[in-house]
């Protein structure tokens, strides 16, 4: 994927030089199957959260601090949480020693050391508001050798209070701890992002309609289409709504591309739709280098100034979303500094990363990634609880029904991933909308080159868009 710009030298030329007013009809097939399942998208689209979010999408989330001292002075131990409902996040603060096994979940603390080597760890618990109703449980199991000693205390602003502790405990033990203490004390709260669930897909508006004649192409879409006719990207959008897919995140590569006239054609034509267009701010220049950070800043200022009104926008907290490619390919520190520069310059966007990096967090809005690693849903929306400088961030699963890439010129490795007759695209899905996301987005709509695409295909039909949509429809809907 790192060569993908080098496709516009296959495609560009063709782009540029085409001029539709209406493009090609639909085929009949296509506007049955809109129709079809257009009601569908009527649903009530709501999420959840401790207090109405505000009109741009942050509310609060209350919780409480409870904090868990642990010391093994044996050899393995493990501190359960009998009750992990109750826990909405967990944070590590501190841990002295050298273990062979340290793990720290919602559930469960679990530390291995050799005997004589002593441990501890500190840990801090957001619990919901609810887990002070009833006495907290906990189940310590541990080897033969030696003791274990837990400390636990409730956190309210600056102030530690111990509640409960189990010292020298040379055996397994359950115990309890009440914390109805904390009945008079008004809980933290942390700012959370609380948007209506919603389907998205990335777009590449790089398309006209000789590049279908491309041999690069092992498939191509029901109906052939330009990027830059309005009428053609109008029938994608309803497509897409009919699966719940209500944004296009678009590859942009800069002011007064074609890829910023298309944009700017998009925002007109979604805007009458309820359909929203963000940014995918293409951050490699000849296929491999990273733009100077001025041309970054330069860029984020224009596309704010240009667009930051147009009611298709893709917004959260009013600010317009944008997600860098190849996030990491810049240094944090850098990223740090384009975000002051275009603050300093009276603008702001929603910044969010597109790699595993939670340290990215600190700088960025949220994260997009691939929606089988699990366990980033929880750590992404509520990064803010227990943080040092709390903020809102997005979790944003990424779905793809395959890539295959074996024919793109000059791909070296290349990357074949099969589609598994829609199998792959749906374990992807499953694994998406239960792990509490903000959005979800299908990577991609229309990377023909790659073979990652979900719109109506010669080959697949609407497979791949139903498939979408059974899923996110109902997801939308809770």
Same mark, same amino acid.
């Given at each position: 994927m790192k060569t993908r710009i080098a496709l516009l030298a296959l495609i560009g030329a063709a782009l540029v030089g085409y001029i539709g007013s209406g493009g090609l009809a639909p085929a009949k097939g296509a506007v049955d199957h809109i129709q079809k399942v257009t009601a569908a998208t009527t649903a009530s689209r709501s999420a959840?959260?401790?207090?109405?979010?505000?009109?741009?999408?942050?509310?609060?989330?209350? $919780? $409480?601090?409870?904090?868990?001292? $642990?010391?093994?002075?044996? &050899?393995?131990?493990?501190?359960t949480v009998a009750n992990p409902a109750k826990v909405i996040k967990v944070r590590e603060l501190s841990m002295v020693g050298k273990p062979i096994v340290h793990i720290v979940t919602n559930q469960q603390i679990s530390l291995n050391t050799q005997y004589g080597n002593d441990l501890k760890v500190v840990v801090d618990y957001a619990l919901k508001p609810a887990a002070i109703n009833s006495p907290f449980k906990f189940e310590i199991t541990k080897g033969v050798a030696g003791t274990v000693t837990a400390r636990i205390s409730i956190v309210v602003g600056n102030k530690v209070t111990l509640v409960k502790q189990v010292k020298k405990q040379p055996t397994d033990l359950n115990f309890t701890v009440n914390l109805s203490s904390l009945k008079h004390v008004a809980p933290d709260k942390a700012p959370i992002v609380d948007v209506p669930r919603m389907g998205m897909a990335l777009y590449y508006p790089w398309y006209a309609l000789d590049s279908w004649k491309s041999t690069v192409l092992i498939d191509n879409p029901i109906t052939p289409y330009a990027s830059n006719n309005p009428a053609d990207v109008r029938r994608q959008m309803r497509q897409a709504k009919s699966a719940g897919i209500d944004s296009f995140v678009v590859s942009w590569a800069g002011p007064g591309t074609q890829s910023d006239k298309n944009f700017a054609m998009m925002l007109d034509q979604a805007k009458s739709l309820g359909f929203k267009v963000g940014i995918f701010l293409e951050i490699l220049e000849n296929n491999s280098q990273v733009r100077p950070a001025s041309q970054?800043?330069?860029?984020?200022? $224009?596309?704010?100034?240009?667009?930051?009104?147009?009611?298709?926008?893709?917004?959260?907290?009013?600010?317009?979303?944008?997600?860098? *490619?190849?996030?990491? *390919?810049?240094?944090?520190?850098?990223?740090?500094?384009?975000?002051?520069?275009?603050?300093? &310059?009276?603008?702001?966007?929603?910044?969010?990363? &597109?790699?595993?990096?939670?340290? *990215?967090?600190?700088?960025?809005?949220?994260?997009?990634? &691939?929606?089988?690693?699990?366990?980033?849903?929880?750590e992404v929306r509520y990064w803010s609880l227990l943080a040092d400088h709390p903020a809102a961030k997005m979790w944003i699963p990424t779905v793809n029904p395959g890539v295959d890439d074996r024919r793109v010129p000059g791909r070296n490795p290349t990357t074949y991933i099969p589609r598994e007759n829609g199998k792959r695209l749906r374990r992807m899905l499953a694994a998406a909308v239960t792990d509490d996301p903000n959005w979800i987005v299908a990577h991609t709509w229309n990377e023909w080159y790659e073979n990652t695409y979900i719109e109506p295909s010669v080959n697949f039909g609407y497979k791949y868009l139903d498939i979408m949509g059974q899923y996110l429809l109902p997801w939308m809907k809770k």
């Open positions: 959840a959260c401790g207090s109405a979010p505000n009109s741009t999408g942050i509310c609060t989330l209350p $919780y $409480y601090r409870m904090r868990v001292e $642990y010391l093994d002075q044996g &050899d393995w131990t493990n501190l970054l800043i330069s860029w984020l200022n $224009y596309l704010t100034s240009k667009y930051q009104n147009s009611p298709a926008l893709l917004k959260v907290d009013g600010r317009l979303f944008v997600v860098p *490619y190849l996030t990491d *390919y810049i240094p944090l520190s850098t990223w740090k500094a384009i975000r002051a520069a275009v603050r300093k &310059d009276g603008h702001d966007v929603w910044l969010v990363e &597109d790699r595993q990096d939670l340290n *990215y967090l600190s700088v960025f809005d949220g994260m997009w990634f &691939d929606a089988t690693f699990s366990s980033l849903g929880p």
